[in-house]
C-alpha cells in the first residue's frame, strides 16, 4: 500500500488535506478527504482520469495527478535501469517500498548482488528502507535486499562553549 498526502488550497483560500492512496501497483489511486472515499483516479496511457465519485475540480485533478507523478518512487525503476543498463532487465513498482527486478540472461548474478547491494542505497532519496527481490532472468536464483538510504550529517559550526 502507498499512502501520500497532498495540500490543496482552492480558489476560496481554505485549505483542504487529501490523502491518496493504492492498494498495489497498477491499482488506482483512492481519493479520501476528511475520512471519507470521494473518488479515485488511475493514469491510462500517459493521462490521469478520475475513475469514480463525483466530478472532481478540474485544478484539484491535476494537481493530485502532479503530485503523484513527482513522487520518487516513480523514478527509482528508470534510475536502477540507467544504472545497470547491461545487468537489469526489467525493474517492477510494487509499492513506494518494495520493488522486484529481472536480470538480464548472460551475466554473473552472484557478482551483480555484492555490486547492486553496495551501490543501490545511493539511489534512494525517501526517508524510508526499501527492499529489493531480485531474480535472475530465468527465476532460477533470486535474493531480497532490504536497503537503507544512506544519511550524511550536516557539519555544524560555531563557538564552542569554553569554560574558565
Known sequence: MTE??????GKDGISEVYQLIRFGAGEPWKIVLDGELIGSM?????????????????????????????????????????RWPNLVEKVVLRSDTAYMIICKEGISFKSFQRIFSKFVPDLLKDEWPVNFQVFNYDFSD?????????????????WEEVNR
Open 42 to 82: 488511475e493514469k491510462w496511457q500517459g493521462t490521469w482520469r478520475q475513475q469514480s465519485g463525483d466530478e472532481l475540480n478540474e485544478d484539484l485533478l491535476i494537481s493530485l495527478a502532479r503530485h503523484i507523478d513527482a513522487q520518487y518512487f516513480n523514478c527509482l525503476p528508470q534510475e536502477i535501469c540507467s
Open 4 to 9: 501520500l498526502e497532498y495540500f490543496f488550497e
Open 142 to 158: 533470486d535474493f531480497s535486499l532490504c536497503a537503507r538510504p544512506l544519511v550524511y550529517k550536516k557539519e555544524s559550526f560555531g
